[in-house]
Nanobody
Framework: QGQLVESGGGLVQAGGSLRLSCAAS????????MGWYRQAPGKERELVAR???????NYADSVKGRFTVARDNAKNTVYLQMNSLKPEDTAVYYC????????WGQGTQVTVSS
């Protein structure tokens, strides 16, 4: 079974930074495109960043220039570096495979104070 474990969230002030981690197991990680998603209360889950097996990246307009996605295939881990955080970034953040999703992890809460 594939498993995804998110970590690194917390409470930060507007303008601050956080680095999220997603540890994957049970998949051939190095061959997979990985995505970061977030879901705020009352809103649909949205894809905010993705990274291919070759390292190509793509971002939602709302986070472009502020967030950076990276991966470490040796650790089976994908990261989301979040800078210049805004209150609108407050959400639970998840990782998954955009094309062939497996079971969702617990997510990690990011709260940005105004």
């Amino acid at each position: 079974q594939g498993q995804l474990v998110e970590s690194g969230g917390g409470l930060v002030q507007a303008g601050g930074s956080l680095r999220l981690s997603c540890a994957a197991s049970g998949i051939i990680f190095r061959l997979k495109t990985m995505g970061w998603y977030r879901q705020a209360p009352g809103k649909e889950r949205e894809l905010v960043a993705r990274i291919t097996s070759g390292g190509s990246t793509n971002y939602a307009d709302s986070v472009k220039g502020r967030f950076t996605v990276a991966r470490d295939n040796a650790k089976n881990t994908v990261y989301l570096q979040m800078n210049s955080l805004k209150p609108e970034d407050t959400a639970v953040y998840y990782c998954n495979l955009p094309s062939y999703p497996i079971g969702w992890g617990q997510g990690t809460q990011v709260t940005v104070s105004s």
